[in-house]
Structure formats: C-alpha cells, structure tokens
C-alpha cells in the first residue's frame, strides 16, 4: 500500500496564504510548503507571527524538517523560508526555471549587478519529473507553469501541493499576466494536475473566500473536474485562454507584488544593504 502524508494547514488571513507541513507517519521527516513572512508595508516592517505558528506545531509534534518547498516565486506574500530553515533545518528546494523569473524581475526591480539569476540562492532546483523522499514519503515533482515560468507542483502519496495553479472550485485558476505567465501553458499544466486520479487531495497556496464563505484549503482532482468555474465552459486550450486573458487584463496588481518579489526571487533575503546599514525595497514607477 503506498504510503500518504499527513498534512497540517495553516492560513495566513493577512494574505490569503496557505502554509502547509507535509510529514512521513513513518519517520516524521517533514517538508514545510510556503511558509509566509509576516509584512507591515506601512511601515517596512518584519516579523514572524505566521512562521513561529508552523514552527510551534513541528517543535510541538517532535518533527524533523528535511525540506522546505517554494512552489514558485510568489508575488502575494514574502517567504518566510531562510527563517524557518535557520529556526530548524532541512534544504530549501523550488522549480528549476526559477532563473528565467529572476532574470525578468531583476531588469524591472534594476537589481544590483552582483545578482545572480541561476537560482543559487536556492539549495536545490528541481527538473520536471525529479523525485526525492522526505522520510518514507515519495515526493515527485510536476513542472507546471503558466502563473509563472517556474511553478511546481509537489505530488506526495495521495496529495498534491498545486501552488496558484488552481484555487477552490469556486474561485478558479490563477492569473497569467505576470512576466512570463502565459494562459495556454496554464491550461495544459492543469490537465496535468487533472490528470491524477480523482481522489487526490489538492492543497491549495491561497483562498481568498468568495461570498465570505469558510476558508478551503484543500480540494480534490474529482471537485475541480465537475466545478471549477473556469473550466466547466472552457473545452481547450484556446478557449480557456480567451476567458483568462480577458479576465486578467481587468485585475489590479497584488497590493504586496513590489516587496514580495524582489524578497522572494533572492530565496526569501532582502536586497543587500546599504552603505548605512539598512536594506532598501524599490518601487518601479509606470512599469507594473
């Protein structure tokens, strides 16, 4: 019988992110799944409310961390990575085309020559297909872009960790105007993810709660077949390319998408600091 991870949740209601601890019932070997860095824009601030609550429960439960896991680079929240990897260990792993969205955010965010957009900041890239073990568990990794050039989904035992790729039912699928997002490569990668069977688990990145219902952090392969709200009425690829694009076009950008990415795209550091010390965040005028 193949083995299945156990998986706590957690929701981050600031930006709508789901934090997720994958553990082998084996061993207790664990993967921590975009843990989320706690931002005061208004006053440039840090802190780690969100992190130390995933950091409790594995202190708590006498876990081991092996890994944690970026999905991709995300534009909606920072990571809170380095710190959980500081506070307990394991390799910091993300797609492997994580260097073709660095090289695009570093020209917009003009960053300093010294950045190096080949994903070094990263301890491990995955190619597409790639497997590896946390504990007992098989891990295998989907490349699946469209959101961005770089998304993957973690398929562990009967779940997967589908990133921004789909949402709830209810809410959908994920934009594609961010540089390199491209609509078709969405619609194929989630045939992909349709493609396993129905009773996978899916583990959601974000929920945003439409209608203010009760937060959903996980869905299934069969849901999202019969009720996906932006798949029921696109039959291909091109179709579902119209309604993306369209749909897209009338979005504001993420209120966090100017600290989130430049935070993200260095593996969750902040640019270096200054002459004085101190780390500053730039905000590109007329660009985004």
Known sequence: MALNPKVISFFDDRTFTITHIVTCPETGATAVIDPVLDYDAAAGRTFHNSAEAVIHQIGQDSLSVDWVLETHVHADHLTAAPFVKDSLGGRLGIGGKVGQVQAAFKKIFNAEESFATDGSQFDHLFAD????????????????????PACVTYVIGD?????????????????????????????????????LPDETRLFLCHDYMPGGRDVVMRTTVAAQKVANVHLKDCKDAEAFA???????????????????VQVNMRGGALPPAEDNGVSYLKTPINIL
């Open 159 to 195: 779940a997967a960790f589908v990133g921004d790729t789909l949402f709830a039912p209810d809410y959908g699928t994920a934009r594609c105007d961010f540089p390199g997002g491209d609509a078709r490569q969405l619609y194929g990668s989630i045939q992909k993810i349709l493609a």
């Open 242 to 260: 119209a309604m993306r694009n369209g749909r897209d076009a009338k979005l504001s950008m993420p209120a966090l998408i100017i600290p989130s």
């Open 129 to 148: 297909g790639e497997e590896f073990k946390i504990g007992n568990l098989t891990a295998r990794v989907m490349h699946t872009p469209g959101h961005t």
